[in-house]
């Protein structure tokens, strides 16, 4: 595994990190809970038990077997205050997610310096916050206080802090993209698929998604790779970035990270297996006319396949060999 890096975090972050604040009502008042999390599946476990350690130990980590996730939170607004927020606007998302990191700073300052407590219009200007973030923090307010929201009506004694909050956020310039951000991304959102066609020739696809927001984020990825490959609307919801080239893969993804020997740290046997398979195919150019050659280079796909659902490798080789 490679060493874990601020920014490869960052990336891996904007793929399967959430930031966000839960509304809770008590009997007698509102409460508003903060949160960061990573979710992984559950195989990843020492990867998030690395982070959870990364960021002195804070935070818990929740284990769903019903969807086999595991999942680093972190609730405690001093730990999100010193910690989390912090290493976020240093090592930032490079994204439309990074606004919300900004926004959830200046919720945080107020909330320790407690201007809300027993201040229902302060708390009211924290909701029309929250809902910048996480658009769902209306359902426990009166009418009255729904229209505060709705319009967003800032108490008058923290309009410096929302003017300076704006200033932030229109000031904000997206770090560059480096390998370990973008490995941190691919392993959160991304993936490298491989197979074997009719001819015997190699087919692949190497693809990173992001949220329908991050057109930008997508093509700064698609220029940090010299502009090679495509980008594609797959849903209503998502875009993604990939290429199916094995030429371009070789020469603008793979020659980089051999070249700065720096692999995704959960998806980089993937990665790995690819470098055999075209180094094998380079030394054996005639490796069509050879069965057992075919044969290699099958279970070397076969290493790369990430959800094989059950099937054994004679039973691919097979498949692919037909």
Do not use: C
């Amino acid at each position: 595994m490679n060493k874990l890096t601020n920014n490869y975090i960052s990336g891996l972050i904007q793929a399967n990190g959430s930031i966000g604040i839960n509304l809770h009502k008590t009997k007698n008042s509102l409460r508003l809970i903060p949160y960061f999390n990573i979710t992984q599946n559950i195989k990843n476990k020492d990867l998030i038990l690395k982070i959870k350690h990364y960021f002195n130990d804070i935070g818990f980590i929740i284990i769903n077997k019903s969807d086999n996730t595991i999942r680093y939170q972190v609730n405690q607004l001093n730990d999100l205050h010193h910690i989390i927020i912090p290493f976020l606007l240093r090592n930032d998302l490079r994204s439309n997610k990074h606004i919300k990191v900004i926004i959830l700073k200046y919720i945080i300052n107020i909330m320790i310096d407690k201007l809300h407590i027993n201040n229902n219009s302060i708390l009211l200007s924290l909701i029309i916050l929250a809902n910048k973030i996480t658009n769902n923090h209306n359902r426990y307010l009166n009418k009255e206080q729904q229209y505060i929201v709705n319009n967003q009506i800032y108490n008058k004694d923290i309009l410096n802090i929302i003017e300076d909050m704006e200033l932030s956020i229109k000031n904000y310039k997206p770090s560059n993209l480096d390998l370990d951000y973008i490995n941190g991304l691919f392993d959160g959102k991304g993936s490298l698929s491989v197979s074997l066609n009719s001819n015997k020739d190699i087919t692949l696809t190497y693809y990173i998604i992001q949220d329908k927001n991050e057109m930008l984020l997508l093509n700064n990825i698609k220029s940090y790779f010299n502009n090679i490959g495509h980008i594609y609307n797959i849903n209503n919801t998502s875009f993604r970035w990939e290429t199916k080239s094995i030429v371009e893969f070789n020469k603008n993804i793979l020659n980089k990270m051999i070249t700065e020997d720096n692999y995704p740290l959960i998806k980089g046997y993937k990665i790995k297996h690819m470098i055999n398979v075209l180094k094998y195919i380079s030394d054996n150019k005639d490796y069509k006319k050879n069965n057992d050659k075919i044969r290699y280079i099958i279970s070397e796909l076969y290493n790369i396949i990430e959800n094989k659902k059950g099937i054994r490798l004679d039973e691919y080789i097979k498949k692919l060999m037909k």
